[in-house]
Each structure stands twice: as C-alpha cells, then as structure tokens.
Nanobody
C-alpha cells in the first residue's frame, strides 16, 4: 500500500508564501515523476509543476517565477515553494507520484491540502 500525505497548506495574505510538502510511504522501490496539481472551486484540476527523479522540472507557464518544485529522493518527498501568492492561487493542491512497487507501477494521488489566499 502506497500513501501520499500532503502538508503545509493554510490561509495566507496576498503576497505571502507557503511551502507544501508531500511524503510518500509504503513498499516503494522507485518513484519516477512527482508533481503538484490544483483545483479551484468550479474549475478543472490543473497542472502546477512536475519534477523527474533526476530533478528536471516543468511548470505551468502562468506560475513560472513564483512557484518552485523540488524533491528529496531519500525522503521520498516533493515540495512546492509558493511565493508572492495571489487570491487566484486559492485551491486544493494535490500531490501526484508515478510509483513503482515490487509488483506494480501506478499513479498515486494525495488527499489534497487547502491553500487560501486572502486579498
């Protein structure tokens, strides 16, 4: 059984910063890509950023420069540093990981963490 557990969400004023973490646990042999997605009320889930096992990153164009994704492979954890937050960044943020276990490769999602940015 593999679990992704997010933390670090909360309420912040516009212009502030938050750092999200997502830790993977379970019978994991290898984690390929990890990423963050978000879903605002009434909208579809959208890509925020992804990072490969070797550290190559990809960002949504609109977030480049404000958000930074990183990971610690030894800790099986991915991070999202969010700076200069705006009210439109308000959403539930979900962690995603492409995980290999002893007998399976599968995509996993965390339960989500709420980020609310007040104006």
């Amino acid at each position: 059984q593999v679990q992704l557990v997010e933390s670090g969400g909360g309420l912040v004023q516009a212009g502030g910063s938050l750092r999200l973490s997502c830790a993977a646990s379970g019978r994991i042999t290898y984690i390929n890509d990890m990423g963050w997605y978000r879903q605002a009320p009434g909208k579809q889930r959208e890509l925020v950023a992804t990072i490969t096992n070797s550290g190559s990153t990809n960002y949504a164009d609109s977030l480049l420069g404000r958000f930074t994704i990183s990971r610690d492979n030894a800790k099986k954890t991915v991070y999202l540093q969010m700076n200069n937050l705006k009210p439109e960044d308000t959403a539930v943020y979900y962690c995603n990981a492409d995980v290999y276990t002893w007998d399976l490769r599968r995509d996993y999602w965390g339960q989500g963490t709420q980020v609310t940015v007040s104006s």
